[in-house]
Structures are given as C-alpha cells and as structure tokens.
C-alpha cells in the first residue's frame, strides 16, 4: 500500500513539474513579445519607416532579426492598440504631389511658416512682449538651426544619423552657414536686420524644398528595388 501511495505521490509530483516548466514557457513567450513589441515601437518611433522592409531594415542595423509576417502583425497589434496611428501611403508618383501631402512632408511646411514669420517679425518690428518673444524664439531657429538642419537632410535624405548627431551637426552647420551669410552681405554693405533675415529665409526654404526631394528620390529608389 505504501509503495503505492509512494508511486502515485511521485507520479503527482511529475506531472507538477512539467506543468510549471510548461507555464515557465508562456510565460517567457510573453515577456518575449512584450520586448519585441517594445523594440518596434522604439524603432518606429526614431526612424519613422515608410514601410514593413524599411522598418525591418531598421531593426536588423540594430542587430534585431524577425520575418515579415511576425513584423506586420505587431505592427497591426500596435495599430489596433492605438499606439501608432495608420500611415498613409506615400504618393510618390510625383514630387508635387509627395509635397502637397502634409503627412509627409509636415516638416517643409513648418520649417517655412517658421522662417517666413521671422522674416516678418523682423521686417515689421512691433513693440509687444509677445511678437518681442517670438521673434526671439524664431530668429534662434532660423539663424541657430533650421539652416544646418536643411543642409543635413540634404546630405543624409534616410535618416542614417542618430538624433543626438543631427541636432549636433545642424548647429554646427547653422553656425558656419549663418556666419557665411552674414559676411558675404557685409562685403557688399547690405548687412542689416532684414537683409539678413531674407537671406537666410531664402537659403532654408530652397535647402528644405531641395532635401525633400532628396527624400522623395530615396523613397522611389527603395521601393524600386523592393519591386
């Protein structure tokens, strides 16, 4: 009787064991996709991918390996879940029409609404605390770092740098590019306020629209070679 009951206990105590080591299984399952969740939301959120090959790309350059199905269905999850919203496709059949889509290129826009009231702030100079603020605030931008930031989007049209070295590199250039400005004004006795201003407006909106296309270039040359 006791070798029995001794039998069943060990029994028991197997059938136990393989059923904490099966819920150690889901569970780690489900730590593991919670991390790979994670991962692609990080990396949607830094690089922006227009696309499931992008993105994939993205996450194998930062050493992180996954099929097309499992990407697109934690993409759908994220969708579904509200915490990326669903894009768009990019139109790019034509650069004007890839401009005119403010999904796509809501940066051009603000980029030349920001200059475009500097210029005007400076042109018209009015004496109210908030126009003084804002023309503060937005000479910063157009002499400090929209210039080197259109130059850097030019120069890098797929987002190959790190944030911290674009903004790093865009002050750098908008320093050396505003300096340049202003001494090529000042060989020709033009220096002033709005001189400067326009010049510098000028110079961002043509190097914004320029890195647009850049992108809109990279965009159709990728999705050529997907095809």
Not at 56 to 77: H, P, Q
Not at 115 to 122: A, H, M, R, Y
């Amino acid at each position: 009787m006791l070798n029995r009951l001794e039998d069943m206990l060990v029994r028991l105590g197997s059938v136990s064991a393989t059923f904490s080591s099966q819920l150690e299984i889901v569970e780690c399952a489900k730590i593991l996709t919670n991390i790979r969740r994670e991962t692609v939301l990080v990396c949607l959120q830094k690089y922006h991918p227009s696309s499931i090959s992008e993105l994939k790309k993205r996450l194998n350059e930062e050493g992180i390996r996954s099929a097309d199905e499992d990407l697109l269905e934690i993409v759908r999850e994220l969708q579904s879940d509200g915490e990326i919203g669903l894009l768009d496709p990019v139109m790019l059949d034509s650069f004007p029409r890839f401009l005119l889509d403010a999904s796509n290129s809501w940066g051009v826009y603000t980029v030349v609404l920001i200059s475009i009231l500097e210029l005007f702030l400076v042109a018209y100079p009015i004496q109210n605390t908030l126009l003084v603020s804002l023309r503060l605030l937005f000479g910063l931008g157009l002499l400090g770092f929209l210039p080197g930031y259109s130059t850097v989007q030019i120069l890098f049209p797929t987002n190959e740098l790190h944030i911290l070295e674009k903004l790093l590199l865009s002050i750098f250039l908008s320093l050396v590019i505003s300096i340049a400005i202003g001494a090529t004004l000042g060989v020709g006795y033009f220096f002033t306020g709005v001189s400067s201003a326009l010049a510098s407006t000028g110079f961002v909106i043509v190097a914004t629209i320029f890195a647009s296309h850049r992108r809109y270039s990279a965009l159709r040359a990728s999705t050529a070679r997907e095809h």
